[in-house]
């Protein structure tokens, strides 16, 4: 995703001048191609993520269109009442990119997971919030997000992450993606365990459970009619979410259900408090409750619970 | 017309539509404003500032970013003597329905270019404002006023690294030295005086000035009182020694005016001080926004 990512933002920084590639001391070797390249449309603010939000505020006064992009947990706690009053109050034109989703820094421990960043964006006002699910989706998130007049959250994974599209395919901010077809249940999902949840659909499949998937890629504005329809078609949802389960996509989903006064038998999975442990991201998020078996299991008691 | 009239006079003439403003409302910073108000009359009202009120985002205009957006009232009063608002919407202060609050809020109010009231916002903002247009090989300046107990927000001297890393030659921070904060003076709270050796130290150029000298406070924001002169690579700092609550004397130096409206009696010796009179006071009524809907 990290790759993608910087693919995308060196096109666009070859094809405007005034797009910036901000950090916050991280990316190391990432960045090197596009600071070899592009050096002046290159910032490091130093290890000070408010400022260097407040400052992408001010130069997006200016037409600038700064990516300001760092870990996830220090752009959305770190900063946050900077995104809140310098970017979100003023609906400046700033990107800001939060690496890392989940637990997917799975050696680095609580510090540096993401895992409340949904939680305590979700509320602002003038912000879009993307949660790409694969490289290529990543790439569509990013030129949205160029093309978008205002502030826009991507919360991006690392480096590891499969591609879940065979093709390409349309997309359009605010608009959930059915990825695969079912009756039964509806799991609802955003960011890179979609690919988990793939996975998960295939296994119920052949224990006779026939799940469609669903994949939530904007997390604000949020796509209510697909929640709804994909609910009312099956009767049973299952929000699967690699964040915390308070605050997050399944808040959303409940949120939806709930003022919609929709019947449907719900369950979410996420993470709880802090994640525990160290290790391979795949063993932590299983290691945490978020493995394939779990979602089949939560799936079924559901379905036949 | 207001450009005929003495820098004095002008500068008076913010202070006492300050009191009426806040008397009409109820409440809003008093004191603090009035520490930074001829600050404030020098960047409007001097040829100092680059600016068309006709035309307040106008391309080429030099940007004043008003960090401690508590001081707001005399900036209301400074753009609408310049012409960027009315009277009427001026006297709206802190009414339902106006734009006009007791913190600065940019989009909806001409002239004011950020939404501050959160200390430590403005001077990285104004940072990015001042790259962006050292980018873009630009000329206008960016000064940003910074309240002195704004100075103990972590954020401030991010700022002021990046500033200094980044040669922002073309960014003048003013520091209202007034020597107190909102319960005390600072160096009861926080021991972080000597400002301008704390901005040297962070490579900026800084000058300590008289904050409420008209000739002093003009030189230092055209730059004229620096070590090094034009063009250096280093950005400025203004360390404007200032009085809290300057212009009515039992406001000047006392804590608790830091968000206080005087009662009848205090009320008379203002206005007094101030050269009004009652029937002044009456002008605001008239003008005010629920009498104007």
Same mark, same amino acid.
């Given at each position: 995703m990290r790759s993608a990512y910087l693919e995308t933002l060196y096109e666009l920084a070859g094809k405007d001048k005034n797009v910036y590639a901000i950090i916050s001391d991280n990316g190391a070797i990432v960045y090197d191609k596009y600071r070899q390249d592009f050096p002046d449309q290159f910032i490091n603010a130093g290890i000070s993520e408010a400022n260097m939000v407040a400052m992408a505020a001010g130069m997006a006064e200016r037409g600038k269109i700064p990516f300001a992009y760092t870990i996830g947990a220090f752009l959305a706690y770190r900063a946050y009442e900077f995104i809140l009053n310098d970017v979100c109050m003023m609906n400046k034109n700033v990107k800001m990119v939060g690496i890392g989703e989940g637990c997917s820094y799975s050696l680095l421990g609580a510090s540096h997971h993401t895992i409340f960043d949904l939680a305590v964006l979700r509320p602002l006002p003038n912000l879009t919030i993307l949660s790409p699910a694969s490289p290529m989706e990543v790439k569509k998130s990013v030129q949205a997000a160029y093309k978008i007049n205002g502030p826009v959250y991507i919360r991006i994974g690392t480096n590891r992450e499969p591609e879940i599209y065979d093709t390409d395919y349309d997309f359009a901010v605010?608009?959930?993606?059915?990825?695969?077809?079912?009756?039964?249940?509806?799991?609802?999902?955003?960011?890179?365990?979609?690919?988990?949840?793939?996975?998960?659909?295939?296994?119920?499949?052949?224990?006779?459970?026939?799940?469609? =998937?669903?994949?939530?890629?904007?997390?604000?504005?949020?796509?209510?009619?697909?929640?709804?329809? &994909?609910?009312?078609?099956?009767?049973?949802?299952? =929000?699967?979410?690699?964040?915390?389960?308070?605050?997050?996509?399944?808040?959303?989903?409940?949120?939806?259900?709930?003022?919609?006064?929709?019947?449907?038998?719900?369950?979410?999975i996420g993470l709880y408090d802090f994640v525990h442990g160290y290790g391979k991201h795949d063993e932590l998020k299983k290691d945490n409750g978020l493995g394939i078996d779990a979602i089949v299991d939560a799936c079924k008691m559901v379905v036949r619970g | 017309?207001?450009?005929?009239?003495?820098?004095?006079?002008?500068?008076?003439?913010?202070?006492?539509?300050?009191?009426?403003?806040?008397?009409?409302?109820?409440?809003?910073?008093?004191?603090?404003?009035?520490?930074?108000?001829?600050?404030?009359?020098?960047?409007?009202?001097?040829?100092?500032?680059?600016?068309?009120?006709?035309?307040?985002?106008?391309?080429?205009?030099?940007?004043?970013?008003?960090?401690?957006?508590?001081?707001?009232?005399?900036?209301?009063?400074?753009? &609408?003597?310049?012409?960027?608002?009315?009277?009427?919407?001026?006297?709206?202060?802190?009414?339902?329905? &106006?734009?006009?609050?007791?913190?600065?809020?940019?989009?909806?109010?001409?002239?004011?270019?950020?939404?501050?009231?959160?200390?430590?916002?403005?001077l990285s903002y104004a940072c990015g404002i001042a790259l962006a247009?050292?980018?873009?090989?630009?000329?206008?300046?960016?000064?940003?006023?910074?309240?002195?107990?704004?100075?103990?927000?972590? &954020?401030?001297?991010?700022?002021?690294?990046?500033?200094?890393?980044?040669?922002?030659?073309?960014?003048? =921070?003013?520091?209202?030295?007034?020597?107190?904060?909102?319960?005390?003076?600072?160096?009861n709270i926080m021991s972080i005086e000597n400002f301008s050796d704390r901005f040297r130290s962070f490579g900026f150029d800084a000058v300590d000035i008289d904050g409420h000298d008209y000739a002093e406070i003009r030189s230092a924001l055209l730059g004229d009182t620096f070590i090094s002169p034009e063009p250096i690579d280093k950005p400025k700092a203004i360390i404007a020694h200032t009085v809290k609550g300057k212009g009515i004397s039992f406001m000047e130096n006392v804590p608790i005016w830091h968000y206080r409206i005087p009662n009848d009696d205090e009320l008379k010796i203002a206005l007094q001080e101030l050269k009004m009179t009652k029937e002044d006071l009456g002008d605001y009524e008239r003008l005010s926004y629920r009498n104007v809907i």
């Open positions: 605010g608009k959930g993606i059915k990825l695969r077809q079912g009756t039964d249940i509806a799991l609802i999902t955003t960011g890179s365990i979609a690919y988990d949840v793939l996975k998960a659909a295939d296994e119920l499949e052949k224990q006779g459970i026939s799940a469609c =998937v669903i994949n939530i890629h904007t997390i604000k504005p949020f796509d209510e009619d697909i929640v709804i329809r &994909s609910c009312v078609e099956t009767g049973n949802v299952c =929000v699967v979410e690699e964040h915390s389960v308070i605050g997050g996509l399944g808040s959303a989903v409940a949120e939806v259900v709930a003022r919609n006064n929709i019947y449907v038998k719900f369950t979410g | 017309m207001i450009k005929e009239m003495p820098i004095e006079s002008i500068a008076l003439k913010i202070r006492q539509e300050i009191l009426k403003m806040a008397m009409g409302a109820g409440g809003g910073h008093i004191a603090p404003s009035y520490s930074m108000t001829d600050i404030v009359t020098e960047l409007y009202f001097d040829n100092v500032l680059k600016y068309d009120a006709a035309n307040p985002k106008w391309d080429g205009r030099d940007y004043f970013i008003l960090s401690k957006g508590h001081g707001v009232l005399a900036l209301y009063v400074a753009l &609408s003597i310049a012409g960027f608002f009315s009277k009427e919407q001026l006297y709206s202060f802190g009414k339902i329905g &106006s734009d006009l609050g007791s913190l600065a809020r940019a989009n909806s109010v001409p002239g004011i270019e950020a939404s501050t009231g959160s200390l430590g916002h403005g247009l050292k980018k873009d090989n630009l000329t206008n300046k960016v000064y940003v006023l910074l309240g002195d107990g704004e100075c103990e927000e972590g &954020s401030i001297w991010e700022a002021v690294m990046f500033a200094a890393h980044n040669k922002l030659n073309n960014l003048t =921070v003013i520091v209202d030295y007034n020597k107190l904060q909102a319960m005390d003076s600072i160096k």
